[in-house]
């Protein structure tokens, strides 16, 4: 069994910034191929990073690249999803989720096993 809990959510301004952070359990936390998702008000839950052990490069979705930077802490267990420039467009709730045998970065949700239980981000224009 694997749980993650996210923190980090907040209020913000328009262009501030925001770290989310998950921290996962699981002592093969390192093979995991992991994700941030979001979702707004009356919308589908979306890919926004997702990165894995065996690719050199993240994955981001359009509407974030050049903003968001995922990253990993091996020795913490924890991934992040750094959020710059924000917009209101960005807020929604933000989910991390862990795929435990995928070598390669993840974007479709429903090939995740585990999902946290969400922080929520509201950018204020």
């Known amino acids: 069994q694997v749980q993650l809990v996210e923190s980090g959510g907040g209020l913000v301004q328009t262009g501030g910034s925001l770290r989310l952070s998950c921290a996962a359990s699981g002592r093969t936390f390192n093979l995991y191929a992991m994700g941030w998702f979001r979702q707004a008000p009356g919308k589908e839950r979306e890919i926004v990073s997702a990165?894995?052990?065996?690719?050199?490069?993240?994955y981001y979705a359009d509407s974030v690249k050049g903003r968001f930077t995922i990253s990993r802490d091996r020795g913490k267990n924890t991934i992040y999803l750094q959020m710059n420039s924000l917009k209101p467009e960005d807020t929604a709730v933000y989910y991390c989720?862990?795929?435990?045998?995928?070598?390669?970065?993840?974007?479709?949700?429903?090939?995740?096993?585990?999902w946290g239980q969400g922080t929520q981000v509201i950018v204020s224009s």
């Open positions: 990165n894995s052990w065996g690719a050199v490069n993240a």
């Open positions: 989720a862990a795929n435990i045998v995928s070598s390669r970065p993840v974007v479709d949700k429903d090939q995740y096993d585990y």
